[in-house]
């Protein structure tokens, strides 16, 4: 079974508009993080933000915020304010700390696309 | 501020070549990583290693090996090269616990012809 899930393999947004790419996690750990890493199609892997399994409060990283839906099992990125340098791939990522030494998982990404 | 530094960045290799791919950190990380990227399939663990001297298999390990002789080295080696393994090949390293992430290396895009 898939344990990171990103239904949306391309999303289209304005710029200056606020966007929301979504994942959803499958995992029987209490104790779990999960990441959003860009990567821009010059290649590298950039670390976005951070949640943490026992975090009350959604992260945020200036015009990054994670929807953190503990329930749902879901931990949806929303991108405020768009800008072009905002096109990249974008994935979800979770650790899990009682397994596989802290390996991270990624799910399929989503390509955002910024149109001017 | 080297983080994690990949070679080769770009590789041609014939059907049953054999090469090492490097990775070498310099932030005293405990494990390492490497991961293969494939479109519509993310990242893929390949190996791991979560200390000097010790590497085990991730997700997709065959017609790979890895070594980890020096903390601050991963190895990646392919003994003959395969169509297949065509793809983008990540370097990772990271302090362990479920939070910290992973800092990434440039990747090296490794086709195989």
């Known amino acids: 079974a898939q344990k990171i899930t990103q239904t949306q393999p391309g999303m289209f947004v304005q710029e200056k508009e606020a966007v929301t790419l979504d994942c959803t996690y499958d995992?029987?750990?209490?104790?779990?993080?999960l990441f959003w890493y860009k990567q821009p199609s010059s290649g590298e892997m950039i670390f976005l933000i951070y949640q943490g399994s026992y975090d009350e409060q959604n992260a945020t990283e200036g015009r990054y915020s994670l929807n953190f839906q503990k329930a749902r099992k879901s931990a949806n990125l929303v991108i405020s304010a768009s800008q072009l340098g905002d096109s990249a791939m974008y994935f979800c990522?979770?650790?899990?700390?009682?397994?596989?030494?802290?390996?991270?998982?990624f799910g399929q990404g989503t390509i955002l696309t910024v149109h001017p | 501020n080297a983080g994690v530094t990949q070679t080769p960045k770009f590789r041609v290799l014939k059907t049953g070549q054999s090469m090492t791919l490097l990775c070498a950190q310099d932030?005293?990380?405990?494990?390492m990583y490497w991961y293969r990227q494939d479109p519509g399939m993310g990242l893929r663990l390949i190996h791991y290693s979560v200390g000097e001297g010790t590497t085990a298999k991730g997700e997709v390990p065959d017609g790979y090996n890895v070594s980890r002789l020096k903390k601050q080295n991963f190895l990646l080696g392919l003994e003959s090269a395969a169509p297949s393994q065509t793809s983008v090949y990540f370097c990772?390293?990271?302090?362990?616990?479920?939070?910290?992430?992973?800092?990434f290396g440039s990747g090296t895009r490794l086709t195989v012809v």
């Open positions: 932030m005293n990380h405990e494990y």
């Open positions: 995992t029987s750990d209490q104790s779990y993080g």
């Open positions: 990772a390293s990271s302090p362990g616990g479920a939070d910290y992430g992973y800092t």
């Open positions: 990522a979770m650790r899990e700390v009682g397994t596989s030494y802290g390996k991270l998982t």
